[in-house]
């Protein structure tokens, strides 16, 4: 506020933030399991969804008929969707970054209040996921 220059003046910053729902190496360590086991537990869970479609009476012919192979194409699908969802929702949220500036017509400016302090204001961060309402405070030092 004390430098030499032309007044008004205006003062800005942005605020960028990321919420961190899980850490790489968790990630990492989801994925690699996944890489190693997930074509298995796809082959297993659409064998057992086979096997309960012929024990509740569905005939599904051979496991290699044409209604076995759409059931096994769908409920692979689906496995792969749902191991993507839950990879997805781990992965960290980063927010649009959310810029305030400040406008201060010369240098003996004051708050509304008087003070040197603004008070509390407030800026949302939103993410399709989240929203939170972020609390700041201007402060002018000389």
């Known amino acids: 506020m004390t430098r030499s220059g032309t007044w008004p003046r205006a003062?800005?910053?942005?605020?960028?933030?990321?919420?961190?729902?899980?850490?790489?190496?968790?990630?990492?360590?989801?994925?690699?399991?996944?890489?190693?086991?997930?074509?298995?537990v796809e082959e297993l869970v659409v064998a057992a969804v086979v096997a309960g479609a012929g024990a509740i009476g569905?005939?599904?012919?051979?496991?290699?008929?044409?209604?076995?192979?759409?059931?096994?194409?769908?409920?692979?699908?689906?496995?792969?969707?749902?191991?993507?969802?839950?990879?997805?929702?781990?992965?960290?949220?980063v927010f649009e970054p959310a810029t305030v500036t400040l406008l201060l017509p010369n240098a003996q400016s004051v708050f509304p209040s008087g003070q040197r302090r603004s008070g509390k204001r407030s800026e949302n961060l939103t993410h399709p996921s989240a929203s939170y309402l972020l609390k700041y405070e201007w402060e002018l030092v000389l």
Not at 21 to 26: H, I, K, M, T
Not at 67 to 81: D, H, K, P, T, Y
Request: hydrophobic share 60%.
């Open 11 to 40: 003062f800005s910053t942005t605020f960028l933030m990321a919420e961190s729902d899980g850490s790489g190496a968790f990630m990492e360590a989801l994925r690699a399991l996944w890489a190693a086991v997930g074509e298995v």
């Open 58 to 93: 569905i005939a599904v012919g051979s496991p290699g008929g044409p209604v076995g192979m759409i059931i096994g194409a769908v409920v692979g699908v689906a496995v792969g969707l749902i191991a993507h969802f839950l990879f997805a929702s781990l992965e960290d949220d």
